[in-house]
Nanobody
Framework: QVQLVESGGGLVQAGDSLRLSCAASGRTISNYWMGWFRQAPGKEREFVATISQSGRSTNYRDSVKGRFTISRENAKNTVYLQMNSLKPEDTAVYYC???????????????WGQGTQVTVSS
């Protein structure tokens, strides 16, 4: 089992930056692709970004490309999501998740955190 705990969310203004962290315990995440998803009020949870076990491969949804960066430190069992130039439409609860391979669909992710709220005011 992998336990995931997100942190770093908050209330910011449009154009600001935030760095989310996802700390894992119970098992090393070095064998997992790690992903970030988000769920805005009244909407379905959607894929944001994913990163390979080594960190050499990443994938993003189009709307965050060039603004968000996913990274990982396997030695610290931690994954990050650096979010720059935030927009009000980025407001959501952000979740990290672990998967055995490259996926963008949440159904293929085995482990999930509880989420952290990000609110971007205009």
């Amino acid at each position: 089992q992998v336990q995931l705990v997100e942190s770093g969310g908050g209330l910011v203004q449009a154009g600001d930056s935030l760095r989310l962290s996802c700390a894992a315990s119970g098992r090393t995440i070095s064998n997992y692709w790690m992903g970030w998803f988000r769920q805005a009020p009244g909407k379905e949870r959607e894929f944001v970004a994913t990163i390979s076990q080594s960190g050499r491969s990443t994938n993003y949804r189009d709307s965050v490309k060039g603004r968000f960066t996913i990274s990982r430190e396997n030695a610290k069992n931690t994954v990050y999501l650096q979010m720059n130039s935030l927009k009000p439409e980025d407001t959501a609860v952000y979740y990290c998740a672990a998967a055995p391979a490259f996926y963008v669909t949440q159904a293929n992710y085995n482990y999930w955190g509880q989420g952290t709220q990000v609110t971007v005011s205009s």
